[in-house]
């Protein structure tokens, strides 16, 4: 079973997607260790009431002025490597990752970003979409690069951005695709039925033919 390392900052919804799928058995995965930057974040307590390990690693405070971004990455990746974490998942860590950790796990960090990529990278995507114009956004699972929001495509879902839609609204309707997505998106890597060409992550097909393949079909919209 594949071990996760999740990083969190806030409130930890795409987590607790995660971990409800593991727990109803959709999901072939444990948690290793969630890791939080910021005591207050909700998805701490969501990962303590489940009775996982759980640590807070604060980037910020005053006996950690001096910790560059990098040193602050050696303590969360030797957190990992304790944990024997095999995948680590950005779920709305709200932190950019040094180069140094980029490089300690190749192809073995994922992200969530709430827009089709590569439009709307960065913060408040889905008012960037709204702001723009687009009638479609979505969300989009990507192997972590050493630049933001920008990794090779492992899977996206498209929803339909309505008339009525403030960013609240798009938001809500974009995360139930995340909460679909980021599990689906751990399962085809965990397979390793997948190789890269340059940026293109392409699914195998196995054996046995039932190699799992992504599900990036648009749920319906309504005018
Ligand atoms: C999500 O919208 C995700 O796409 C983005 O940060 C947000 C995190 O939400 N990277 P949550 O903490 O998982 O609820």
Redesign the pocket.
């Known amino acids: 079973m594949i071990r996760l390392g999740i990083l969190?900052?806030?409130?930890?919804?795409?987590?607790?997607?995660i971990a409800d799928n593991i727990a109803r058995g959709a999901l072939a995965a444990e948690i290793a260790v969630v890791i939080s930057n910021r005591p207050e974040a909700p998805?701490v307590a969501a990962a303590q009431s489940r009775g996982l390990r759980t640590l807070i690693m604060p980037s910020k405070g005053p006996s950690l002025q001096k910790l560059s971004r990098e040193e602050h990455d050696r303590r969360v990746a030797a957190a990992l490597a304790e944990a024997e974490v095999e995948l680590v998942i950005?779920?709305?860590?709200?932190r950019l990752l040094s180069p140094w950790f980029v490089r300690q796990f190749p192809e073995r960090i994922l992200?969530?970003?709430?827009s089709l990529l590569p439009a709307f990278p960065g913060l408040d995507?889905?008012r960037q979409a709204l702001e723009y114009g687009v009638k479609v956004s979505g969300?989009t699972v990507h192997f972590v690069d050493e630049n933001l929001d920008h990794g090779p495509i492992i899977l996206q879902k498209a929803v339909p951005v309505l008339s009525s839609d403030d960013e609240h609204s798009l938001?809500a309707r974009?995360?139930v695709q995340?909460h679909i997505a980021y599990s689906e998106a751990i399962s085809l890597v965990a397979s390793g039925h997948y190789r890269l060409e340059g940026r293109r992550v392409l699914f195998e097909t196995d054996i046995a033919g039932n190699a799992p393949q992504p599900d990036n079909s648009t749920p319906p919209g309504r005018l």
């Open positions: 969190l900052s806030g409130r930890g919804s795409n987590f607790i997607a998805g950005l779920a709305g860590y709200m992200n969530i970003h709430p995507a889905q969300c938001a974009i995360l995340e």
